[in-house]
C-alpha cells in the first residue's frame, strides 16, 4: 500500500471536494480510502509514505485528442511559400512530414512529448495517429511507448483515402488489428479507438468498409470533424451535406466516438451532436495556431454536448490549452465574463467522462475503487487555496512545471521531478537524431 499525506487535496469528487491536511491511500492499482493524514496514518501504519508537504495532491490530468507523431514538425523548415489557408497547411506540412515516417520514427516521435506528459501531470492520452507509408505495427510502437512512461492511453490510425485505396485498406487492418490486440489484453491501460482522418478524405466506399470493420471490432470512431471550412465545401459540393450532418446519418457519431474541433457547424449540427451521444473535443491553440476559427463551444455545453479539451499535438500539456480556452472566448465573444464555468467543465469533469466512455474503471476523481491515477503538485499559492477557488489558482497560478511526483495506475513513474527508470538524455538523444534525418528526406 501507499499513502500520500499531508497534502491539500483536491479529490474532483463533489461529495467531498477538497480536503486539507488530506490524505489518499493506493492499494494496488486503485484508490482504497481518500480521508484525514492522521487518521489514515493511524490505520495503515505499514502503508509506504510519501509526505506531500502541503502541496496539491489530485487528480491527474487527462488529454483527449493528442498526436504524437507530430513531434517531428518541432523546428522544422520546410520553405516555400507560406501557408495562407488550413488546406496549404496540411498539404505543405502535415501530408508530406508523415508520409516519411519509419516505424522506428513513430516510436521516437512519442518520446519528447510522453516526457513532456508525464512531468506536467498527464496520466491518460488518447491519440490519433498517421504514418501512411509505415502504417502496419504503428499502433502497436506507440502502445510499446505508453508503456514504457506508464500512461494510460487510447489509439487509433486515421484512415483516409489520400494515398490510395491500397494505403486505406492497410489503415482499415491496423485499427481493427490494433482493437482486437486491445480486447485481448483485457487491460484498461491500453484502449482503442476506429480512427477516420476526416470527411473530406475518406469516399463513401471507404467509410462504408470502416464503418463494418469498427462494428465489427466493437469501437466507434475518432476524427477530425468540420476544423477547416474546406471539410464544410467539399461535403457540401460531394454530398449535398454539411459535414456533421454526414457523419451523423451515416452512423459515425455515436457514444461511442469522437468528433475533434467541430468549429464549421450551425446550430442544427449542434443538436445532431447531442442526439447522437458523441463526445466532442476542444483544442483552442491548435485551432488559433491554425486560424480555422472559434468552436462554438459554449453554445454547444449549453445544449448538453459532452465537451472535451485535447492539445491536439500543439502541446503535451492539456494545461495550456485550459488556459488558453478561458481567454479565447472571452477574446472572441468580446465579453469578459463568459468562459469561466465551462473550461473547468472541459477538463475536469468532460475528460474524465470521456475516458471512462473508452474503459472499465474509473478515473479522473480521488474516490474509493477509481483508478490511481495521481500528481503531487508543488504550489501553495498567495491567497486561500480550498474548493471555491482551486480552479482559479490552476488558472492563474499553476502550470505543468509545478507538478513534481505522478502515480499511474498505483505505480510512482515520477517522483521529485525525476521519472522512474527512464534514461531521458539517451532517448532525446535518438528523437533528434531521427529526425533531423527525416527533415532530410522530406
Known amino acids: 500500500m501507499l499513502l500520500i499525506g499531508n497534502g491539500n487535496v483536491v479529490t474532483r469528487d463533489n461529495s467531498n471536494p477538497f480536503i486539507e491536511d488530506g490524505a489518499v491511500l493506493v492499494d494496488g492499482k486503485t484508490i482504497l480510502e481518500v480521508g484525514n493524514t492522521a487518521a489514515l496514518r493511524a490505520k495503515y501504519p505499514d502503508a509506504e509514505y510519501i ?23 518541432r523546428g522544422i523548415n520546410l520553405g516555400g511559400k507560406p501557408a495562407t489557408t488550413f488546406g496549404e497547411v496540411l498539404a ?6 508523415d508520409k516519411k515516417l519509419t516505424l522506428e520514427d513513430v516510436y521516437y516521435s512519442c518520446i519528447g512529448p510522453m516526457i513532456d506528459e508525464v512531468r506536467s501531470g498527464v496520466t ?57 490486440y486491445c480486447k485481448k489484453q483485457n487491460d484498461d491501460m491500453i484502449g482503442s479507438l476506429f480512427g477516420l482522418h476526416a470527411q473530406l478524405t475518406v469516399g463513401e466506399k471507404t467509410l462504408g468498409r470502416c464503418l463494418e470493420a469498427a462494428a465489427s471490432a466493437g469501437v466507434g470512431f475518432h ?51 447531442k442526439e447522437s451521444g458523441v463526445a466532442v473535443v476542444h483544442n483552442p491553440q491548435s485551432n488559433m495556431g491554425n486560424a480555422v476559427g472559434v468552436s462554438p463551444v459554449l453554445e454547444m455545453l449549453k445544449k448538453g454536448v459532452t465537451v472535451g479539451m485535447g492539445t491536439d499535438g500543439y502541446a503535451a500539456d492539456v494545461l495550456e490549452s ?5 481567454i479565447l472566448h472571452k477574446h472572441a465573444k468580446g465579453i469578459p465574463s463568459v468562459a469561466w464555468a465551462e473550461p473547468p467543465a472541459m477538463l475536469f469533469e468532460n475528460n474524465k467522462k470521456i475516458m471512462e466512455r473508452f474503459i472499465r474503471g474509473k ?25 471555491g477557488t482551486i480552479n482559479s489558482h ?49
Request: charge should be negative.
Open 51 to 73: 509526505d506531500a508537504k502541503g502541496k496539491l495532491v489530485m487528480p491527474g490530468f487527462i488529454n483527449t485528442h493528442m498526436h504524437y507523431y507530430s513531434t517531428f514538425a
Open 92 to 97: 505543405g506540412l502535415w501530408w508530406r512530414l
Open 124 to 180: 491518460s492520452v488518447i491519440d490519433h495517429h498517421a504514418s501512411p507509408f509505415a502504417i502496419e505495427g504503428s499502433l502497436f510502437k506507440i502502445a510499446e511507448a505508453a508503456k514504457l512512461f506508464g500512461i494510460r492511453s487510447n489509439l487509433c490510425y486515421e484512415t483516409s483515402d489520400r494515398d490510395g485505396e491500397q494505403i486505406a485498406a492497410a489503415g482499415i487492418k491496423e485499427n481493427a488489428d490494433f482493437a482486437n
Open 223 to 273: 476524427i477530425h470533424a468540420a476544423e477547416g471550412f474546406e471539410d464544410v465545401a467539399d461535403a457540401v459540393s460531394k454530398y449535398g451535406m454539411r459535414v456533421i450532418e454526414r457523419l451523423y446519418k451515416t452512423g459515425v457519431l455515436s457514444p461511442k466516438s469522437i468528433a475533434v474541433h467541430c468549429i464549421h457547424v450551425t446550430e442544427e449540427e449542434i443538436d445532431m451532436l
Open 322 to 326: 485550459y488556459k488558453t480556452a478561458a
Open 363 to 387: 478515473t479522473g476523481t480521488l474516490a474509493k475503487d477509481h483508478y490511481a491515477d495521481i500528481i503531487i503538485v508543488d504550489y501553495k499559492g498567495p491567497t486561500p487555496v480550498n474548493a
Open 394 to 442: 490552476i488558472l492563474f497560478g499553476v502550470t505543468g512545471r509545478h507538478v513534481d511526483t505522478v502515480i499511474i495506475n498505483g505505480k510512482i513513474v515520477m517522483r521529485d521531478r525525476v521519472l522512474v527508470n527512464i534514461d531521458e538524455e539517451a532517448l532525446l538523444a535518438k528523437s533528434r537524431e531521427l529526425a533531423k534525418k527525416l527533415w532530410e528526406r522530406i
